[in-house]
């Protein structure tokens, strides 16, 4: 079926450091969306990409959709607690319905 | 800023017994989803709900699921005969557009237990 891959799984960083994570895929995808999530909660959007190459920002997070539509990174930049949770990409595929194949995600801790 | 409500938020219920997980979409939305999570696992897409009808659904939707509108506001999702690997999170998602473009909203799910 159709996969994204996410990395790295687990990131442990000191307050202040910039973060980095990134999907990729053998698949095409027509929206790319950055999703976090806090223990017991459901996802929450950070960002929405939806045109090849766009470059889009929300505060310190910044996110881009790979020309090919087969890939995406999310940097955060000057970390803060807050920031600790799982990150998941999330795509719909190109020609695909309405349902959203999702990343493995990538645990973000944070120390002090 | 409009929610999706599930309830409840944690359910135990024995193996072989039926439960109903409940949704409160947002109100001007025509799409509706369930995705399950299980612990330490990325989420999973179920079903897609569309003019009262499936749209698509993945293989784990099997014959033991069904989902229903039962009025103008909830969407539900039922296990006729829950097994243990049915522990999850379950989260509703609801939509504008047919596209997850545009509002994409996932509640804050039903962590489903089963013993």
């Known amino acids: 079926g159709q996969q994204l891959n996410q990395s790295p799984q687990s990131m442990f960083i000191q307050e202040g450091e910039d973060v980095s994570m990134n999907c990729t895929s053998s698949?095409?995808?027509?929206?790319w969306l950055w999703y976090k999530q806090d223990p017991g909660e459901g996802p929450v959007l950070l960002i929405a990409?939806?045109?090849?190459?766009e470059l889009t920002s929300n505060g310190r997070l910044t996110a881009q959709f790979g020309i090919t539509r087969k890939d995406s990174f999310l940097n955060i930049s000057a970390s803060i607690p807050s920031d600790v949770g799982i990150y998941f990409c999330?795509?719909?595929?190109?020609?695909?319905?309405?349902?959203?194949?999702f990343g493995q995600g990538t645990r973000l801790t944070i120390n002090p | 800023e409009p929610e999706v409500t599930q309830t409840p938020s944690h359910q135990v219920t024995q193996m072989g017994q039926e439960v109903i997980l409940r949704c409160v979409p947002i109100?001007?939305?025509?799409?509706f989803y369930w995705y399950r999570q299980i612990l330490g696992q990325k989420v999973e897409f179920l079903v897609s709900?569309?003019?009262?009808?499936?749209?698509?659904k993945s293989e784990i939707f099997d014959d033991q699921f069904s989902v229903e509108r039962p009025d103008g506001s909830n969407f539900t999702l039922k296990i006729r005969s829950t097994k243990l690997e049915d522990s999850a999170m379950y989260f509703c998602?609801?939509?504008?557009?047919?596209?997850?473009?545009?509002?994409?909203?996932f509640g804050s799910g039903t962590r489903l237990t089963v013993v």
């Open positions: 998602a609801s939509s504008e557009e047919g596209q997850s473009t545009y509002g994409y909203t």
């Open positions: 698949s095409i995808f027509n929206t």
């Open positions: 990409l939806y045109k090849a190459g």
């Open positions: 999330a795509g719909q595929l190109l020609g695909g319905a309405q349902k959203l194949v």
């Open positions: 109100s001007n939305h025509l799409y």
């Open positions: 709900f569309y003019n009262n009808e499936i749209s698509e």
